[in-house]
């Protein structure tokens, strides 16, 4: 079965300072890894994906993230945080074994909110 | 462009009514899912199908049904209502395994 963890109910930074918001995994097989965020009271927006190839992949709205295998990661991070970007943050894992079977496992979310 | 559509937004139950709540998409999606979130809980897929025709359970399918007629449709039934079952829940699209899904804005549920 495969599971996401997300350590942190709630993540605290200043405007402008770098933020990091954690998530690891367990999967069995090769994993497809994704970031959501929800604002209130609105479904989730994805902001962005790693299916294969480089480990640091780039989204929306200036955030990135880093996959790594070893430590079974994939951190969510933002240079230079905007207070626009406190919201609740999702951490989502699939695995394809061509046998049909779909559907996302999440973490439980991080709030992220970002003080002026 | 209107991508997935939930109805109804919001619904108050009494403990045994029924209902369906309804999920459509017009991007011609063969992936369609249903998830629950509850506060702590994150999302919950309850029911995914992966094409006309096809359902099955996810990790929280008891007291739900589906069905796929069609690409464009994915109806979740309440068959009897209970208060576990107040929650906010989310149809989700997507083309092929390992792309982002898309989601609709919700449908939020209290069962009294």
């Known amino acids: 079965a495969q599971s996401v963890a997300q350590p942190e109910d709630q993540v605290n930074v200043a405007e402008g300072n770098p933020l990091t918001v954690k998530c690891t995994y367990s999967?069995?097989?090769?994993?497809?890894l994704f970031w959501y965020v929800q604002y209130p009271n609105r479904g989730l927006q994805f902001l962005l994906k790693y299916i294969t190839g480089d480990n640091l992949v780039k989204g929306s709205y200036g955030f990135e993230a880093e996959f790594n295998k070893s430590q079974t990661s994939f951190h969510l991070k933002k240079p230079s945080a905007l207070v626009s970007d406190s919201a609740l943050y999702f951490c989502a894992v699939n695995t394809y074994s061509g046998g049909g079977a779909d559907g996302l496992t999440f973490g439980k979310g991080t709030h992220l909110i970002i003080q002026p | 462009n209107a991508g997935v559509t939930q109805t109804p937004k919001f619904q108050v139950l009494k403990t045994g009514q029924s209902m369906t709540l309804q999920c459509a998409q017009d991007?011609?999606?063969?992936?369609m899912s249903w998830y629950r979130q509850d506060p702590g809980m994150g999302l919950r897929l309850i029911h995914y199908?992966?094409?006309?025709?096809?359902?099955d359970q996810g990790e929280v399918p008891n007291g739900y049904n589906v069905s796929r007629s069609t690409t464009e449709d994915f109806p979740l039934r309440l068959l009897s209502a209970a208060p576990s079952q107040t929650s906010v829940y989310f149809c989700?699209?997507?083309?092929?395994?390992?792309?982002?899904?898309?989601f609709g804005q919700g449908t939020r549920l209290t069962v009294v």
């Open positions: 989700a699209s997507k083309d092929v395994a390992g792309t982002e899904a898309f």
């Open positions: 199908s992966v094409g006309a025709g096809i359902t």
């Open positions: 991007m011609n999606h063969e992936y």
């Open positions: 999967v069995s097989g090769n994993p497809y």
